[in-house]
């Protein structure tokens, strides 16, 4: 980034005040969350799989309740498609604010203050075989690509939602003009539960799109993308979790039913099969490249997205 910024909002589950504040860095920063109280650090983790916590409603960076930082998928969403390496989140609180519940408050504040374009060749994982992981009734699966793609499908059995899917190449205007602005969604019969196990204490129905109990929207507005806002939204979540990868990512990522922890899952499952992706090395400042225009190189021995 060009220049700092800060965003202030609630958080979805604390219901709490919270401010972030982007931070230019340097080459080899990598994207890293710091959780202050006042002017105490008390936690700082790098976006990088071996980072992330729990994941049953959001992802999470940190296992310490007391030090964690939560809710980081639709931030880091915006910093893949805009193809940000290298930030510092300064945050004052538990969690990103969730804002309006999605990315387009994050990607217009990087638009605004602009991207710095740093020295340094960029690396990339590329997907050079398959690897697939089943729960359930639920899949995701890597293929090799010659580009940067989501497939998600998505398949409810209230008729407002049924069955969606979204699949393109990822693009900053693609994710812009089709994904940044779908919100995340549930249902009214969950509220209480929610809210008893202390969580959603901050949603609402500006920053949500509620379903009722008659399978309905209750939100005034209505959806912002017609009827498949929802699939969006979950494309929009993968695309967060996958950044999880510590670098940019070439190939195609599938899903059938999935969620934060089946996309943090089938990530892991990448980068624990060495022989499933290679690391590639481009000159070109470009957020988003073709797969010829890459070559190979020896992966450092602490890469991105190590331990």
């Known amino acids: 980034m060009a220049e700092r910024i800060t965003l202030s909002g609630i958080g979805v589950h604390s219901g709490s005040p919270v401010s972030i504040t982007f931070h230019p860095a340097e080459a080899g920063t990598g994207i890293v969350f710091q959780r202050f109280d006042g002017e105490e650090l008390l936690g700082e983790y790098r976006a990088v799989s071996s980072e992330v916590g729990n994941t049953d409603l959001?992802?999470?960076?940190?296992t310490n309740p007391a030090r964690m930082v939560a809710t980081v998928e639709h931030v880091m969403a915006a910093f893949y498609?805009?193809?940000i390496d290298n930030v510092v989140v300064e945050v004052h609180g538990a969690e990103m604010p969730i804002m309006d519940g999605s990315s387009?408050?994050?990607?217009?504040?990087?638009?605004?203050?602009?991207?710095?374009?740093l020295g340094a060749k960029r690396r990339y994982i590329r997907v050079v075989k398959p690897v697939r992981i089943e729960s359930g009734q639920s899949w995701a699966e890597f293929l090799p690509y010659e580009g940067t793609r989501f497939d998600v499908e998505i398949d409810f059995e209230t008729p407002l939602i049924g069955r969606q899917r979204w699949?393109?190449?990822?693009?900053?205007?693609?994710?812009?003009d089709e994904l940044s602005r779908a919100r995340t969604f549930g249902f009214m019969r969950d509220v209480e539960r929610l809210w008893a196990a202390g969580f959603a204490l901050g949603s609402s129905l500006e920053n949500s799109v509620v379903i009722s109990d008659d399978d309905t929207v209750i939100n005034i507005e209505g959806l912002r993308y017609g009827h498949d806002e929802f699939v969006r939204h979950k494309t929009l979540d993968a695309v967060g979790d996958l950044a999880m990868a510590g670098a940019q990512f070439i190939g195609c990522y599938r899903s059938y039913r999935g969620g934060h922890k089946l996309n943090a899952n089938a990530l892991k499952a990448l980068l624990n099969d060495r022989s499933a992706y290679e690391v590639v090395e481009s000159a070109s400042a470009r957020p988003r490249a073709g797969a010829r225009d890459f070559i190979a190189i020896n992966a450092p021995e602490f890469a991105p997205w190590s331990a």
């Open 81 to 83: 498609a805009a193809g």
């Open 58 to 62: 959001c992802t999470v960076l940190g």
């Open 104 to 117: 387009a408050a994050f990607v217009e504040a990087i638009e605004q203050v602009g991207i710095r374009q």
């Open 167 to 176: 699949e393109g190449d990822l693009t900053l205007s693609t994710f812009r």
